[in-house]
């Protein structure tokens, strides 16, 4: 790691620092954990530019904070994509996920009484940020399965090609840096 890109996200500014992905490709890792303003002030963004919805939904675990405080100023309800089942799930559901600031594949799973909240109701999924767009997928991919109706994406930043997408909603592109 080396160096830092500064940017303005929600009206805040940052230097995010820049992470190697590998050999040909470094990122600027932007991590809301511990960021109170940019969370609550990105999040007030968001809703200003998200459809009605009546629950958020976010992948564990860089997302959790924003989703909570989209949920907190919002519609008041949310959920999260578990990483992995927990005791308290009845009969979990799971979708099989690959990013790019995740060395492996993962599985995302949502407990039986999570999905029922969402069937027939309005979705939005949120992120800190989409790159690839592979967590994305695997969110739609549960919703689905729990016959939720997913009415917009959200993310603070869009890393890379994302930027370009015409179906998500985000505050701010984010640049990749080839080696």
Request: proline residues 4%; charged residues 30%.
């Amino acid at each position: 790691m080396s160096g830092v890109y500064k940017m303005t996200i929600a009206g805040c500014e940052r230097e995010l620092p820049l992470c190697e992905v590998d050999e040909h490709l470094d990122i600027a890792a932007f991590i809301m954990f511990g960021d109170v303003e940019i969370t609550e002030k990105a999040a007030t963004e968001l809703l200003k530019v998200s459809p009605e919805h009546d629950i958020v939904i976010t992948a564990e675990a860089k997302g959790i904070p924003l989703c909570y405080e989209m949920a907190r100023q919002g519609c008041g309800k949310y959920i999260i994509a578990r990483k992995g089942v927990k005791v308290y799930m009845p009969d979990p559901i799971s979708v099989n996920v690959k990013s790019i600031t995740t060395l492996s594949q993962q599985t995302l799973f949502l407990g039986s009484d999570d999905a029922e909240r969402m069937k027939g109701k309005r979705v939005l999924i949120v992120d800190d940020v989409i790159s690839t767009g592979e967590s994305l997928r695997a969110l739609e991919a549960l919703v689905e399965k729990s016959g939720g109706n997913i009415v917009g994406k959200a993310a603070v930043l869009a890393e890379g090609d994302a930027a370009d997408r015409d179906d998500i909603i985000f505050l701010e592109k984010l640049p990749v840096f080839p080696k």
